[in-house]
């Protein structure tokens, strides 16, 4: 999330669940590193009881608002990393820039890839459109896992704020949005790229 202010504050909204219950964990907070200089490195932790006892089973849903400071710099491209996946890439903003809002980009395709690793990585490359491209510009990707088999990716743009004069041509963009290695073999696995899913079969 990018606030309006001047120079712009970017927050980063983490959900994690508690792997053994209300009852039996609790949340412990984060740490915030920038190690490199496109890259935002965030961990997340929980507490869990040491000894054999009774858990709930809720599994709750914690909600974190990261505040990321406001050293970004404006056309620059961030990938925000937490607990060693990445979950999330965006594009500086320009201070004092003219208003503009976040646009779903409408998705022409979308290519899985598998890596030649061990365990095998995997990665889509989606193609995007953004209208009017004298005055758009790419803004970036949030991937989600709702569910274990089920991956949540959301693409957008920017888009100017208001009546503003723009080219009415169309511009394409390509990106490798990663998804990890986090598969068991031989599953079935859904991604959906805002309007676009599909499934396969993890190696």
């Known amino acids: 999330m990018v606030s309006d ?7 980063l909204r983490v959900l994690s669940r508690l792997p053994l219950g209300s009852s039996c964990s609790g949340f412990n907070g984060y740490d915030l ?6 890259i935002v490195d965030v961990t997340v932790t929980h507490l869990e009881v040491t000894e054999i006892v009774p858990c709930t089973k809720d599994l709750p ?17 961030y990938k925000a990393i937490v607990n060693g996946e990445v979950t999330n890439s965006f594009v500086g903003r320009e201070p004092a820039g003219r208003p503009v809002v976040v646009k779903e980009s409408p ?9 030649e690793s061990f365990p095998p ?5 989606v193609v995007s459109i953004m209208s009017g491209s004298s005055c758009s510009q790419f803004n970036g990707y949030d991937i989600s896992r709702p569910f274990v088999n089920n991956i949540q990716v959301k693409v957008t743009y920017l888009a ?6 723009c080219t009415a041509d169309v511009a394409y963009v390509e990106t490798d949005i990663p998804l990890d290695s986090d598969f068991n073999s031989k599953e079935e696995y859904t991604v959906a790229v805002n309007n676009v899913s599909g499934t396969f079969i993890a190696q």
């Open 107 to 115: 998705v022409e395709s979308v290519e899985l890839i598998i890596l």
């Open 160 to 165: 100017p704020a208001g009546v503003v004069e």
């Open 61 to 77: 849903v914690v909600m974190n608002e990261i505040p990321l400071g406001v050293e970004f710099i404006s056309g620059e491209s």
């Open 33 to 38: 590193s920038r190690r490199s200089t496109g």
């Open 5 to 11: 202010s001047n120079p712009p504050e970017y927050t």
């Open 121 to 125: 990585q995997y990665l889509i490359k």
